[in-house]
């Protein structure tokens, strides 16, 4: 099986060179190019597109890498691109495979989870460094309890109206007010909606509400 030729689009050069070297010596590419600039990178694409692909988040924007890798793999069906990121949040890491990628890395993984993931992608598999599979692990359960939480206990239609009038910065005194209820029975909603959604004041009741759409 012939070996596959690998491009790196990253700096500063001294990184890269040094990257260069070490996977030289690894015998796992036929080639390692390295472009510094995304014209260049274009070029390369256009001439002779390699098998694997690594794309440094030092180099584009969040938003410019997610265009960037549909326009790549919409014209290159086949290439295997690996993105070294910045920390990114789990729906961004997400979004990325969504767009095509077939292994992320973090800023923090060390030279040989890069070998693993160019082991995993010559079997045809996605590959997710340790740190944002944590990530990604803590990020489900705290989902699934959050999920759990709304099956077993749902608001009422009164909490839900609370709720909307606590996210609009109303006290319990202009709920009152507003709903022609007592202050007692305000207040007692307001607990019931805090231990519902397992939060601890106003502030996480409308975190809570933002992250599910309750409010826009």
Same mark, same amino acid.
């Given at each position: 099986?012939?070996?596959?030729?690998?491009?790196?689009?990253?700096?500063?050069?001294?990184?890269?060179?040094?990257?260069?070297?070490?996977?030289?010596?690894?015998?796992?590419?036929?080639?390692?190019?390295?472009?510094?600039?995304?014209?260049?990178?274009?070029?390369?694409?256009? %001439?002779?597109?390699?098998?694997?692909?690594?794309?440094?988040?030092?180099?584009?924007?969040?938003?410019?890498?997610?265009?960037?890798?549909?326009?790549?793999?919409?014209?290159?069906?086949?290439?295997?691109?690996?993105?070294? $990121?910045?920390?990114?949040?789990?729906?961004?890491?997400? %979004?990325?495979?969504?767009? $095509?990628?077939?292994?992320?890395?973090?800023?923090?993984?060390?030279?040989?989870?890069?070998?693993?993931?160019?082991?995993?992608?010559?079997?045809?598999?996605?590959?997710?460094?340790?740190?944002?599979?944590?990530?990604?692990?803590?990020?489900?359960?705290?989902?699934?309890?959050?999920?759990?939480?709304?099956? %077993?206990?749902?608001?009422?239609?009164?909490?839900?109206?609370?709720?909307?009038?606590?996210?609009? $910065?109303?006290?319990?005194?202009?709920?009152?007010?507003?709903?022609?209820?007592?202050?007692?029975?305000?207040?007692?909603?307001?607990?019931?909606?805090?231990?519902?959604?397992?939060?601890?004041?106003?502030? $996480?009741?409308?975190?809570?509400?933002?992250?599910?759409?309750?409010?826009?």
């Amino acid at each position: 099986m012939m070996k596959p030729r690998l491009t790196i689009f990253d700096e500063p050069v001294l990184y890269t060179e040094g990257l260069s070297k070490l996977l030289t010596q690894s015998k796992i590419f036929n080639t390692i190019d390295v472009c510094n600039s995304y014209e260049a990178l274009s070029q390369q694409l256009k %001439k002779e597109p390699p098998e694997f692909l690594m794309i440094s988040s030092n180099m584009l924007m969040l938003t410019e890498l997610y265009t960037s890798i549909e326009s790549i793999t919409s014209e290159n069906k086949n290439i295997k691109i690996i993105i070294i $990121g910045n920390s990114y949040d789990i729906i961004d890491i997400r %979004k990325l495979f969504n767009k $095509g990628i077939k292994s992320y890395l973090d800023k923090n993984s060390r030279y040989d989870e890069f070998i693993k993931s160019i082991h995993a992608l010559l079997l045809n598999e996605i590959y997710i460094c340790d740190h944002a599979k944590e990530k990604m692990i803590n990020f489900m359960s705290s989902e699934q309890a959050q999920k759990n939480l709304r099956i %077993k206990d749902p608001l009422t239609r009164r909490e839900m109206e609370i709720l909307r009038l606590i996210c609009n $910065g109303l006290s319990s005194k202009d709920i009152c007010e507003k709903l022609f209820i007592s202050i007692n029975t305000v207040e007692t909603h307001r607990k019931r909606i805090l231990l519902k959604l397992n939060v601890k004041n106003s502030v $996480g009741v409308v975190k809570y509400a933002l992250e599910n759409h309750i409010i826009d």
